[in-house]
């Protein structure tokens, strides 16, 4: 099956009018309902949206794929859109995309058609196609490209030499195996083609797994990628070097991963006598760190939510949720009991509990959950509910291996019975019993030792606060200070965290206000690239500067840290304190202290930032 049997006249839009995401995808949406290929219009577009909370598929470079499989599909088709001015799609490199391919499977889309679309997802990695589809005045022009680069690809195939010698083996998968699980394979393979090594890429996508490799491909390979958003069997790369990164890496960086698989830049990997989620233990972060951030990133939402609606309760007095006392209003309590009581509550037992789901899969999730609630109501906290996330992951990672020998007759008894019961109970007294007690006493002494610093050293805590929100934007640095402000929040001191949202706020302010004052420093594409990082910026989003910094690390990283760091140490000079866990600008009239003080100190910074990110680079060459 051709891709232009999918991709037909009537899918086709030259020219969106759509400039922003959501109105990207109904207008791409309106066209497939337009031309029968859909049977559930909303029910389609429910699924494209639950695709895009899981990862964006703006994947950068002007491009987007959003897509679905889904029995809301009637028919199996692709719809193109190209907008010439560009549109916000939250791409992962923060510019705007040009080229838009919606694919609408159906829930039982044969492999034939599977394979068309995933080809079509390769053909968007090659710059001369992508040119020919944003010069084409005809949707017959765009029609014509896509065969011409089929028929180009069939005789590559078919002229292109066995692979011999030692061999660079690879894996991908995404989510939904439709799009980024082939872009990433292609992207790899012609960059390996380009260095002239050999190397064979398994696909694990929706119509299953293809180009699967050997046990004698596994262990004669040099090393082997695995790029992957999804669970895939590990422990048949025992022994070798791993790399493990997330699939949007394969196709954004195919040639840095390509060379460590060479230079076997990575660890030996270890079998578990479990698969595992192939994300684990990424290249450059240990599996600490990948577990970590799956209890943190679904904390989060709790956190952010519960967090402002305690810090708005606070708008009627700091007691008025109180109700024995003067201040007392009913909209506080309110307020205060759905985020706190409720929302705020539920955050430390969401983190163990996501953080063992990660080490054990969906067996490690109560007795995470039940461990991270003892060290809640325990007094043990935060550090307490890290403990028991590890304590419970690892200990039914053990279970696994423990009942490993039972009959198989047993096998559907485990997930139901075994691992929950006996997981529960041993995470539940190695908690009452040797955690909880020991950690509160920890939790309370660092508490008392914050507010006994001095005001020196909490001059120094916020400027070493502040700086590392800026160090890598959004990586495990800024996810160190952030969670320990989180963790001074639930034990009741607030300085902390204001220093650190006033440092996470300024890289994005900053480059804002550089592009908007040395504008000869930056792009017409920087330039509206900063438009956008003044909101990212108000709204405590630090990732916004990412862009900036990967295009000159040299200059925009040291004179970020410094602008955060001066923000971080003047919050604590201030003497303001942060209830409130996110929120950015809309939180600020809340804080403890004077808000025109924090403001002062966020705007210091932003103006350090960006006067050093102005003065340091040279002009732009548009």
């Known amino acids: 099956m051709k891709i232009t049997d999918l991709l037909t006249r009537d899918t086709i839009i030259l020219d969106l009018r759509a400039g922003t995401k959501p109105a990207v995808i109904d207008e791409l949406i309106e066209i497939l309902h337009n031309s029968g290929k859909l049977k559930d219009k909303e029910g389609y577009k429910k699924a494209i949206l639950a695709r895009e909370e899981q990862s964006t598929t703006g994947i950068g470079e002007g491009i987007a794929i959003p897509h679905a499989k889904t029995n809301a599909v009637a028919e199996p088709a692709i719809a193109f859109g190209r907008s010439r001015q560009g549109a916000d799609y939250e791409s992962l490199d923060g510019q705007p995309a040009h080229l838009f391919f919606m694919i609408a499977a159906s829930e039982g889309a044969n492999n034939e058609h599977l394979q068309t679309l995933s080809r079509l997802s390769g053909f968007l990695m090659d710059p001369a196609f992508k040119k020919k589809l944003e010069d084409a005045e005809t949707e017959e022009e765009i029609l014509n490209a896509i065969n011409e680069k089929e028929k180009e690809m069939e005789e590559e195939e078919a002229s292109e030499p066995a692979a011999s010698g030692k061999m660079i083996l690879a894996v991908t998968a995404c989510p939904t195996g439709i799009a980024h ?21 398994e696909t694990n996508g929706s119509g299953g797994i293809k180009n699967a490799l050997t046990e004698e491909e596994i262990a004669e390979a040099a090393a082997i990628i695995v790029a992957a958003d999804k669970q895939v069997e590990m422990d048949r790369f025992a022994g070798k070097h791993v790399i493990q990164v997330p699939v949007a890496q394969g ?56 967090g402002i609606l305690i810090a708005l309760s606070f708008v009627f007095g700091i007691n008025a949720a109180d109700p024995k006392d003067s201040s007392y209003h009913p909209i506080a309590e309110a307020l205060s009991t759905i985020g706190g009581g409720n929302a705020f509550y539920l955050m430390i037992p969401v983190l163990a509990g996501f953080i063992a789901m990660s080490i054990a899969d969906r067996p490690g999730f109560a007795p995470g959950m039940v461990g991270g609630l003892m060290a809640a109501t325990g007094g043990a906290g935060f550090l307490g509910g890290l403990i028991a996330g590890f304590l419970a992951g690892y200990l039914v990672v053990g279970l696994k291996k423990a009942f490993s020998g039972l009959p198989g007759s047993l096998e559907g008894i485990k997930p139901v019975l075994l691992y929950p019961l006996f997981g529960i109970l041993l995470t539940g007294l190695i908690m009452m019993f040797v955690v909880v007690e020991p950690v509160k006493a920890i939790n309370d002494g660092l508490t008392v030792w914050l507010k006994g610093m001095g005001t020196g050293n909490l001059v120094l805590l916020g400027l070493i606060l502040g700086g590392m929100m ?14 320990f402000g989180i963790a001074m929040i639930d034990a009741g001191n607030f300085a902390p965290h204001a220093a650190i949202m006033a440092g996470g706020m300024v890289p994005p302010l900053g480059l804002a206000l550089s592009t908007t004052f040395f504008k000869k420093k930056f792009t017409k594409a920087e330039r509206e690239a900063g438009k956008t990082n003044y909101v990212m910026g108000a709204t405590f989003i630090t990732e916004g500067a990412i862009p900036f910094a990967a ?7 040291p004179a970020a840290v410094i602008g955060s760091a001066a923000a971080g140490a003047l919050t604590m000079i201030f003497g303001i304190g942060l209830r409130a866990p996110h929120g950015g ?14 403001i002062a100190a966020i705007l210091t910074g932003s103006v350090i930032t960006a006067v050093m990110v102005g003065v340091l680079k040279k002009d732009a060459k548009e």
């Open 181 to 201: 699980t082939y872009m990433a394979a292609d992207a790899l393979k012609a960059k390996a083609k380009e260095m002239n090594v050999p190397i064979k890429v």
């Open 251 to 306: 196709i954004r960086k195919p040639q840095e991963l390509i060379q460590k698989a060479l230079d076997q830049d990575a660890p030996i990997f270890k079998a578990s006598g479990e698969p595992k989620k192939s994300a684990e233990g990424k290249s450059g972060r240990s599996g600490f760190y990948k577990h970590l951030m799956s209890g943190v990133s679904n904390m989060l939402p709790f956190v952010v939510g519960g």
């Open 470 to 483: 800026a160090v890598d934007m959004g990586g495990p640095i800024n996810k160190a200070a952030f969670t």
């Open 551 to 557: 295009s000159d690390p040299a200059r925009v990283i």
């Open 585 to 598: 600008a809309f939180v600020i009239p809340i804080v403890d202290g004077n808000p025109l003080l924090y």
